[in-house]
Each structure stands twice: as C-alpha cells, then as structure tokens.
C-alpha cells in the first residue's frame, strides 16, 4: 500500500548544521552555485517529499533537530527527549527548507517569527503545543508503535484512496500511543511561553497599524521589534517574567547577524503569503546569496568550527545593513541558475 511509509531518524542528533563544518564551508567556494546546490540538498529532498505528504503515516521527529523538512506531513511524532530550535541567525543564514512556509503560520500568532529570529528552543510537548509536532509519544512506546502500525489490518475494501476510514484506522492506533497534550500544557519552557504570549504576539507581528487608512500594509522592520522590547522591559508595570523575557530577547536578538535578522523577517513576510513551492524558490535565491555573504562563513565559525561565540558581523548593527543589498537577495538569479526541482 502505498501510504506505508515510517520515516524515523536513528538516536543521536539529526542537525542541518552539521554540514556547516570548516570543510564544507570551505568547498562551497564563495558563491559557486554548484558547490551551494550540492550543499543544500536537504532542499530537493524536502521538495521531493512534498509529493509523498499524503502517502506517510508518520514522521518521529529526531531526539534533537532544527530540521524543518518533514512538518509538511499530517502526523509528527515528538518523544521527550524531542528538541527543536532554528538558530540560523547566529550564523548569518536564514531559516530554510521550508521555514518561510511553515514558521508564520504556526497556530499561535508571533511565535514563528520569535522562533525564527532567535532560535529559542522547544522541547519534548512543547513542540506540540507549538503545532510543530502533532502527537507525543514517550520514546519507551516507539518500538511497540511501529509493530503495531506496520501490522495494522485493515478491511479488504478499505485502500489508501478511501482517506476517511483510512486515516481513522491510523488516528486510532496514533491515539492509542500518544500522550495527551492539552492547551493549557504547563512546562518550564512553555509555560513562560503561555505567560509572554500576548506581548509575543504584539511584538512579533508581521505588519503595523496602518494610521493613514489605506488598504496597504505596512511591514514591521527589526528596529520596531527591538524598539518595543524595550519598552517592555522598561515598562516596571509589567510583570517580571514578562520584563525578564523581554530583556533576554533584546540581548539576544543584538548578538545575531544584523543581515541575517533583516532577512530572516522579510522572508517569513513574503513566505506568509507564498505557496509552498514559491517559498521555495525564495529560499534557493536566498541561499545563493546568503552564502556569499562574509557574515555565514563568520557565524559558522564562531558557532560550529571555533565555538568561541564571538562572531564580528559586518555590518554590526541594524542601522548599517544596506536594505537594498536585503531586497537583491530576494530577486531573480539569472536563469540558467534558478531553483528547478529534478
């Protein structure tokens, strides 16, 4: 049958960041399209997969992965020991393999733009409650899942083209493993989450009030972002968590590649309102640009190869990044350069 597919990631840390290792980066050659497709290929394979979203059962997410590619499917499995975070803006990239899809449209309002420009990390049912997993299951139980899945019997007339019984029999055995994670969910992580989540929403918005009326929208830049942490860090009303949170995030949105910022938020604006494959297509602009800038071979030494956290970013503050330079990194690439799926 051809809906039988269990994708599952052994033990260990599943990371697209490992490819970002001194090698690697050194062979990519500073802009040579080639070297950066073949480096990317984690892109053709979720773009390949995209044609499979509604042949899988289930995907577990890996014990530890900022790797986006399977979110497309309808079942996502996290364990506790599930961890999920985009840090990209540490080292000068961008969120990709489909992040300027699916982080704007996470169900809470905010959250995939606060995930995205600071790489804050989710962990074991947090991941759910975010819309990033779809069930929990304890890693204990995985073993017993998957016999239990593979051996399912289903009714002779039932195929996999037959979705509404099909999906049943497999939400039952799903439901028969999985932990209940309810909305109001409290942890050490997403309960200050849950805390936060109204000014998180009100800061992380993709657009301004527009004062003069019109129809247009007018998009929020990193500069109005931090301006209002400030304000609510400074604002002694608030509460101190919310205070707290606020500060935190100022800090650590200053020590992420201001280039990367401006154009990790741009992406998320336009992916907003692109379809799948068009998000794609930006992201392959992007990371042929993106990779020729001297801030990702800085960021991957400072995080990946020397680990010594001191990235020297050019330009080092917001107000220096040319925006003209952003917006080429988001127009066509010549022709022959263009992403085609194979």
Not at 7 to 22: A, E, N, T, V
Not at 108 to 129: C, D, E, R
Not at 199 to 217: M, Q, W
Request: hydrophobic share 35%; charged share 25%; proline share 5%.
């Amino acid at each position: 049958m051809k809906r039988c597919i269990v994708s599952l990631i052994p033990q260990g840390i599943y990371s697209y960041g490992h490819k970002f290792d001194q090698e690697n980066v050194g062979i990519m050659d500073k802009g040579n399209p080639k070297k950066v497709r073949e480096l990317l290929d984690d892109t053709a394979l979720a773009w390949e997969l995209v044609d499979y979203q509604d042949q899988v059962w289930y995907f577990k997410l890996s014990e530890s992965t900022s790797l986006i590619t399977f979110i497309i499917f309808a079942y996502r499995i996290a364990t506790e020991k599930t961890v999920f975070a985009m840090p990209e803006t540490m080292i000068g990239f961008f969120p990709d393999v489909g992040g300027g899809y699916f982080l704007p449209r996470l169900p809470h309002p905010g959250l995939g733009l606060f995930l995205a420009l600071t790489g804050y990390k989710l962990s074991s049912m947090n991941t759910v409650w975010a819309g990033i997993a779809t069930h929990f299951i304890h890693s204990k139980d995985l073993s017993n899942f998957k016999n239990v899945l593979m051996n399912l019997e289903l009714k002779s007339t039932c195929s996999p083209d037959d979705k509404p019984e099909f999906d049943y029999a497999i939400d039952k055995v799903i439901n028969q493993f999985s932990s209940y994670v309810p909305s109001y969910y409290h942890s050490s992580v997403s309960n200050d989450l849950l805390y936060i989540l109204d000014d998180l929403s009100k800061i992380f918005c993709f657009y301004k009030n527009n004062d003069d009326g019109g129809d247009h929208e007018i998009p929020v830049t990193m500069e109005d972002i931090l301006i209002k942490l400030s304000k609510c860090y400074q604002n002694i009303e608030n509460h101190e968590k919310v205070i707290h949170w606020a500060k935190q995030t100022y800090d650590k949105l200053l020590s992420c590649s201001p280039t990367s910022l401006k154009v990790t938020l741009r992406q998320l604006q336009i992916g907003s309102k692109l379809s799948f494959s068009d998000e794609f297509k930006m992201e392959y602009r992007l990371s042929q640009k993106m990779t020729r800038n001297p801030d990702f071979y800085e960021g991957v030494r400072a995080c990946l190869i020397d680990k010594d956290n001191t990235a020297k970013w050019n330009p080092n503050n917001l107000t220096s990044v040319d925006m003209n330079q952003i917006q080429s990194y988001f127009n066509q690439l010549p022709e022959n350069d263009e992403w085609r799926p194979e």
